[in-house]
Nanobody, 124 residues
Framework: QVQLVESGGGLVQAGGSLRLSCAAS????????IGWFRQAPGKEREFVAR????????HYADSVKGRFTISRDNANNTVYLQMNSLKPEDTAVYYC?????????????????WGQGTQVTVSS
């Protein structure tokens, strides 16, 4: 069982930045792909970004491309999501998740462990 704890959320004005962290409780965290998802009130959970087990490849949703950056530090069992130029439509609860394997997985069903989420609120 892997436990994930997200942190770094909060309230920020439009145009601002936040850095989310996702810390895993157990190894081998570094052997799996990781994804960030988000869910806004009344909406479906949606993909934000994902990264391969070694950080060698990443993929982003079109809505965040060029503004968000996913990275990982396997030595410290942590994945990050740097969010710049935030917009009110980025407001959501953000979740990190561990994938079923090492690659890039496009859908939420392919992620096995999930954190509890961290709230991000962007004011206009």
């Amino acid at each position: 069982q892997v436990q994930l704890v997200e942190s770094g959320g909060g309230l920020v004005q439009a145009g601002g930045s936040l850095r989310l962290s996702c810390a895993a409780s157990a190894r081998p965290f570094g052997s799996y792909g990781i994804g960030w998802f988000r869910q806004a009130p009344g909406k479906e959970r949606e993909f934000v970004a994902r990264i391969r087990w070694n950080g060698g490849s990443t993929h982003y949703a079109d809505s965040v491309k060029g503004r968000f950056t996913i990275s990982r530090d396997n030595a410290n069992n942590t994945v990050y999501l740097q969010m710049n130029s935030l917009k009110p439509e980025d407001t959501a609860v953000y979740y990190c998740a561990v994938a079923k394997g090492r690659g890039l997985y496009p859908t939420a069903i392919e992620y096995v462990y999930w954190g509890q989420g961290t709230q991000v609120t962007v004011s206009s």
